[in-house]
Each structure stands twice: as structure tokens, then as C-alpha cells.
């Protein structure tokens, strides 16, 4: 599903990656740890297509990534991978269904049609109630939940994942271990996730741990 080869980032002096070699299968959990500093948050975005290497090459579904640029890099991104972050990023003048909607419906599909599936979407992750709440009216653990959906709307070929249980408490953050689970198993979806919370790394079939720009060591569940 993924391939990264000699990846490096490097801001002034500092090195933050340091040539990451990777490999992600379809259908795989892969989690990331690692101390504050470690690089795993900008090897997440360049993996994601939203931050660009000094060096090294990124493939997604044997497309190159790492080559496109403009237009072509953003409907790659938007119809192929989808996002969930530590705050969520609901816009805040729209309901929960149309911050669902929204990357279906900037890929140009029908209304009505992306319409049925947000319902469908949020039904199933239990938030079916909340079409039509603003982010504000939501829980934490409810926004987060909003946040999957939109990143699933589009049937994303992969899902990336920075800190997603990080403004959780422990009972809406083990719940959103579950549910991505659940996904993994029920709709054969693939993500790459960093994060601290130790409960949800073991959870994951395989966990990076990353040390100075280099991944350390890696165990399999």
C-alpha cells in the first residue's frame, strides 16, 4: 500500500529525519512512537503528502507521490488518503454531516448522494444523532468520531492519524482504539497512526519506534 525510500527532512542545521526506509501493507494498523522530537509527526505529514522530503521517495498505491505537485497532488490526496488529527479541525460554522460531506464534496460528487453516505457514515460510527449539531454541540470523543468519517467519505486508500486520542479521556480514547479496529476489520482499511498512548500502539499490528530521526526498532504484535 505504502512505500517510503531514503526519506530525510531537515529544517537549518537541524536533521529531523535522517533516511527512513518503510514499508505498509493493505489492511495494516501500523502505529509510531517515540519521544517529543523524534520526527514521527513530520514523517506522518510527508508520508501524507503534506509536507515534501529533502530527500528520498514516496509511493501510495504504486503512484509516486513525491512527484506530483499542484492539482494533481491535491485530488490525489483528497480522493485517496484521509486525515484525523489530535483537534479534530471541524469547521466551526458548519454541522457535523457537512464537515463530513466536505472532501466528497470538493472531489466534485453528488450532493445528495454524499449526502446519504455522511448519514450512513456517522450512523455507524454512532453519531447518526448529530447530523445536524455544530462541533460545538459535540463531545470531544463525538468530534473525533466526525473526524473519521470525513477522513472515510471518500473511500481512502489510506488513513493518517497524528495524536487522534491525545485530547481524549481514557474512555472515549479506548473507544477510539476499537473503532479503528473495527474498520480494519470490517472495511479492510489501512492506517498509519502516531501516538504516546501506549494502549493504542499495542493495539496495532506492528509498532515503529522511532529515536533521533531513525526508526530504532520495530515489534509485532
Known sequence: MLRAKGITKSYGKLNVLKGIDLEIKANEIVSIMGASGAGKSTLLQILGTLDTPKEGSVWIDDVEVTRLNGDKLAQFRNEKIGFVFQFHNLLPEFTALENVCMPALIAGKELDDV??????????????????????????????????????INDPLIIFADEPSGNLDSENAKSLHQLFIELRDNFNQTFVIVTHNRELAKNADRQLWMRDGIIESMVTE
Not at 450512513?120 to 473526524?147: D, F
Open 115 to 152: 449526502k446519504e453516505k455522511g448519514q450512513k457514515l456517522m450512523e455507524l460510527l454512532n453519531i447518526g444523532h448529530r447530523t445536524e449539531h455544530k462541533p460545538s454541540e459535540m463531545s470531544g470523543g463525538e468530534q473525533q468520531r466526525c473526524a473519521i468519517a470525513r477522513a472515510l
